[in-house]
């Protein structure tokens, strides 16, 4: 570049402003390297990997010519450039294409992948498999518990009915002390002689809801000829027997 003519006009109308000749220098400085990067990038060498690539894909392009043996013998035997292969016509038009194996991995790398990938989504599966069927045990383990619950609840209810009504019926024959205590509906208030009792009898009689539930119906029937799913006091065990469906609620349903 020609230096600049320090007495010539065009150095004297330039603005000499305090700063401004840092910026003309740093746009200049911007200037210069875009064009360096411009030019290296024109003069750079491709690498012989690039080279390699832009060659086989011209070859690759390029329809094979007479000079080829291949296709020279081809055209001996009939064939016609764009027919298919074979003998009937039934055979590939296109070649079949050429898959250049770029990376470092061995044979049967991508294959062991694959394996392993379907190996890994085999095994979640089967854990989403069985969370689900731990999910359905929990839920059908809530579903027996809470019947359960219902049928104790049930029972409870059933037993004091029957409670209630076995000390009636009991009082109503002059019978001042049930045959068994807890075939009455115990007091509120007891004193602590009377708790003292029951906790001797709780020992000694370990009898669930509805074993009680069994004893305290079958002694209505016997003795009172009673059932306490009707309702009724029958006249006799004959009449009872031919018009109670049954001993139990489910009989009664």
Same mark, same amino acid.
């Given at each position: 570049e020609e230096e600049e003519d320090y007495m010539s006009d065009l150095f004297i109308k330039q603005d000499v402003r305090p700063g401004l000749p840092m910026v003309r220098r740093v746009k200049?400085?911007?200037?210069?390297? =875009?064009?360096?990067?411009e030019a290296n990038e024109k003069n750079r060498q491709k690498s012989?990997?690039? =080279?390699e690539k832009e060659r086989r894909d011209l070859v690759l392009k390029s329809a094979l010519g007479n000079e080829n043996k291949g296709f020279a013998l081809l055209q001996k035997m009939g064939y016609k450039s764009g027919q298919a292969l074979g003998k009937s016509g039934e055979g590939i038009v296109e070649p079949i294409p050429l898959n250049i194996k770029t990376g470092r991995s061995g044979l049967g790398h991508e294959e062991l992948k694959k394996r392993k990938a379907e190996e890994? /989504?085999?095994?979640?599966?089967?854990?989403l498999h069985m969370k689900k069927q731990a999910n359905e045990q929990a839920a059908d383990q809530f579903r027996i518990r809470f019947k359960t619950k219902?049928?104790?609840?049930?029972?409870?209810?059933? /037993?004091?009915?029957?409670?209630?009504a076995c000390q009636q019926l009991d009082m109503q024959k002059d019978i001042d002390v049930p045959k068994e205590t807890w075939f009455w509906i115990e007091p509120e208030e007891e004193d602590k002689k009377d708790e003292e009792d029951k906790e001797d009898e709780c020992t000694s009689s370990d009898l669930s809801i509805s074993e009680k539930l069994r004893i305290l119906t079958a002694y209505l029937r016997e003795e009172h000829f009673y059932c306490i799913w009707c309702g009724t006091t029958y006249e006799d065990s004959e009449d009872l027997s031919s018009n109670c469906p049954g001993d139990s609620a489910a009989d009664h349903d």
């Amino acid at each position: 570049e020609e230096e600049e003519d320090y007495m010539s006009d065009l150095f004297i109308k330039q603005d000499v402003r305090p700063g401004l000749p840092m910026v003309r220098r740093v746009k200049e400085a911007i200037q210069k390297e =875009e064009k360096q990067k411009e030019a290296n990038e024109k003069n750079r060498q491709k690498s012989i990997k690039e =080279e390699e690539k832009e060659r086989r894909d011209l070859v690759l392009k390029s329809a094979l010519g007479n000079e080829n043996k291949g296709f020279a013998l081809l055209q001996k035997m009939g064939y016609k450039s764009g027919q298919a292969l074979g003998k009937s016509g039934e055979g590939i038009v296109e070649p079949i294409p050429l898959n250049i194996k770029t990376g470092r991995s061995g044979l049967g790398h991508e294959e062991l992948k694959k394996r392993k990938a379907e190996e890994k /989504l085999e095994n979640y599966r089967q854990k989403l498999h069985m969370k689900k069927q731990a999910n359905e045990q929990a839920a059908d383990q809530f579903r027996i518990r809470f019947k359960t619950k219902q049928e104790e609840r049930k029972m409870e209810g059933d /037993l004091r009915k029957s409670q209630r009504a076995c000390q009636q019926l009991d009082m109503q024959k002059d019978i001042d002390v049930p045959k068994e205590t807890w075939f009455w509906i115990e007091p509120e208030e007891e004193d602590k002689k009377d708790e003292e009792d029951k906790e001797d009898e709780c020992t000694s009689s370990d009898l669930s809801i509805s074993e009680k539930l069994r004893i305290l119906t079958a002694y209505l029937r016997e003795e009172h000829f009673y059932c306490i799913w009707c309702g009724t006091t029958y006249e006799d065990s004959e009449d009872l027997s031919s018009n109670c469906p049954g001993d139990s609620a489910a009989d009664h349903d």
